[in-house]
Structures are given as structure tokens and as C-alpha cells.
């Protein structure tokens, strides 16, 4: 099993700036993909960015250029800067990791942006 723990929410200022870490335990192999997801109010749950242990990463487009990703293979964390927030990066933020075909979440962390 994989547990994952999410932390960095809250509110912030359109503009602003938070980060999110998520540290994963459990039973975690060398090879995996560990990633963020998020969903909105009335809205599926979408991707985010996803980062190897490689460290080769993938964004969505709405994100491109203002939330980087970054891991630490030695701490099992993964880590996403969120720049220059909008009101529509409101949502739940989860951590994701997906390994050998499972995929594992955490809770989830509220990130609000005011306007």
C-alpha cells in the first residue's frame, strides 16, 4: 500500500503564490510517476502535472509556465509551486503517485483564490 500526505493549501490573493508538498510512504518502487490532480466545484477532477522519477514532466495547458513541479526521490515528495494564482485554480488539489499500473491519491488539500 501507498499513503499519501498532502500539505500547502489554503487561501490566497489572485496573483498569489502557494506551494503544495505531498509526501508518499508505503510500499513505493523505483519506478513511478508522481503528479497533481485537482477538481472544482461541479467539475471532473483533472490533471494538473505529472513528474518520472527522471525527473521529465508534463503539464496542462492552463498551468504551462506558472505551477513547476519538482520531486525528491531521496524524501518520496513531490512538490508544486503555484504562481500567479487565478480565481479559477480554486479546487481540492490532490497528489497523485501510479505505479505498475495502481494509482494512489491523497486527500486532497482545498487551495482557495480570491478575486
Known amino acids: 500500500q501507498v499513503q499519501l500526505v498532502e500539505s500547502g493549501g489554503g487561501l490566497v490573493q489572485a496573483g498569489g503564490s502557494l506551494r503544495l508538498s505531498c509526501a508518499a510512504s508505503g510500499s513505493i518502487y523505483s519506478i513511478n510517476v508522481m503528479g497533481w490532480y485537482r477538481q472544482a466545484p461541479g467539475k471532473q477532477r483533472e490533471l494538473v502535472a505529472t513528474?518520472?522519477?527522471?525527473?521529465?514532466?508534463n503539464y496542462a495547458d492552463s498551468v504551462k509556465g506558472r505551477f513547476p513541479i519538482s520531486r525528491d526521490n531521496a524524501k518520496n515528495m513531490v512538490y508544486l509551486q503555484m504562481n500567479t494564482l487565478r480565481p479559477e485554480d480554486t479546487a481540492v488539489y490532490y497528489c497523485n503517485l501510479r505505479q505498475y499500473g495502481l494509482m494512489y491519491w491523497g486527500k486532497g488539500t482545498l487551495v482557495t483564490v480570491s478575486s
Open positions: 513528474i518520472t522519477r527522471g525527473g521529465i514532466t
